[in-house]
């Protein structure tokens, strides 16, 4: 596995700061992956995601939205980060001819089902934690455009995640058909944290990729 850097340019803003994570062999998907809100594209959680899924043989395009790189606490509106979004896309549909997949943790799994929504073309969606609804506010969910999608979305959820309580999820997934599954992770938050578990954002990740890979594997691959 090797890492390098690239530059992705994007017509919106400076150019997108990206890593490209390549297998030994031949790829059989590239995986476009997006950081959450409160971290960019090398926090630990994202490079052991990365690291994990192209020691799998996938290909992994991780980048930074237009905030981190100009150095802003506050993520893109929507529209700024759905374009970064399909500029990512469009890079890393160019790096080979195979499955594309768009994942993200979080904010960026949820820019990036929104960018689906919006016409942006992939052949697969994984949410590594997906944030239905803002802690202690259940009432305002965040899935309108979720409905009538027909890419297949795997939505990788700690039970004990506050984005998400009870058993809304379950609701909204059902309410989605049959393009949509839920993989739970028992007793885990939002960063799939356990509770007496004590492990580093990395190692989380590196834990959790096996499941991503499972399902890549049966749906793309």
């Known amino acids: 596995m090797t890492d390098a850097p690239i530059a992705i340019p994007h017509a919106d803003a400076a150019a997108i700061e990206a890593i490209v994570s390549e297998p030994e062999g031949e790829a059989w998907a590239t995986v476009v992956l997006a950081h959450g809100a409160g971290a960019g594209k090398d926090h630990g959680f994202m490079v052991g995601m990365a690291h994990a899924l192209a020691d799998a043989g996938l290909r992994v395009v991780r980048f930074d939205f237009p905030y981190v790189t100009a150095g802003k606490r506050f993520p893109d509106r929507a529209p700024a980060a759905i374009a970064a979004w399909r500029s990512a896309t469009d890079a890393a549909r160019t790096l080979g001819d195979v499955p594309l997949v768009a994942a993200g943790k979080s904010f960026g799994g949820r820019m990036a089902t929104m960018a ?3 016409g942006m073309p992939v052949d697969a969606l994984v949410s590594l934690g997906y944030p239905l609804h803002a802690p202690g506010k259940p009432e305002r969910l965040r899935d309108e455009h979720l409905h009538g999608m027909t890419t297949p979305h795997r939505i990788v959820q700690g039970t004990n995640d506050p984005f998400s309580s009870g058993d809304l999820l379950e609701g909204v997934v059902a309410r989605i058909g049959g393009s949509a599954t839920i993989d739970a992770v028992e007793g885990g938050g939002h960063s799939f944290e356990v509770a007496g578990r004590k492990r580093t954002p990395e190692v989380i990740a590196t834990e ?13 691959g």
Not at 210 to 218: I, K, N, S
């Open 116 to 118: 689906v929504a919006e």
């Open 208 to 220: 959790l990729a096996p499941r991503v890979v499972d399902w890549l594997r049966a749906t793309v």
